[in-house]
């Protein structure tokens, strides 16, 4: 099961850190990721984890604004996002799956509920 949280209204060039609470499997057993879906838009992959990769991973249009971390002792991972645009407006969804599936095909099998980032200009 993976729950997200931490989305919320601000203004561009704020800051927001949103949470991916993992149970029933640890951050080594799958790679968790984040994906985003603006109205109207195609969702999108926006970064990814893997412990047993040792990796983490980006989409372009976020690099160099937001950071992925694990707390394998909370067993959650976490999407520091800084920088944001108007255009990061979007529903905010952790993913879990092999390395594979999630980043690469973007077709995680387990989702957590969404979380609603708002971004004002």
């Known amino acids: 099961q993976l729950q997200a949280f931490g989305g919320g209204l601000v203004q561009a060039g704020g800051s927001l850190r949103l949470s991916c609470a993992a149970s029933?499997?640890?951050?080594?057993?799958?790679?968790i990721g984040w994906f985003r879906q603006a109205p109207g838009k195609e969702r999108e992959g926006v970064s990814c984890?893997?412990?047993?990769?040792?990796?983490?991973y980006y989409a372009n249009s976020v690099k160099g604004r937001f950071t992925i971390s694990s707390d394998n002792a909370k067993n959650t991972v976490y999407l520091q996002m800084d920088n944001l645009k108007p255009e990061d407006t979007a529903i905010y969804y952790c993913?879990?799956?092999?390395?594979?599936?999630?980043?690469?095909?973007?077709?995680?099998?387990?989702w957590g509920q969404g979380t609603l980032v708002t971004v004002s200009s």
């Open positions: 984890i893997s412990n047993s990769h040792g990796g983490t």
């Open positions: 993913a879990a799956d092999s390395l594979l599936r999630l980043w690469v095909l973007g077709l995680p099998h387990y």
């Open positions: 029933g499997f640890t951050l080594d057993d799958y790679a």
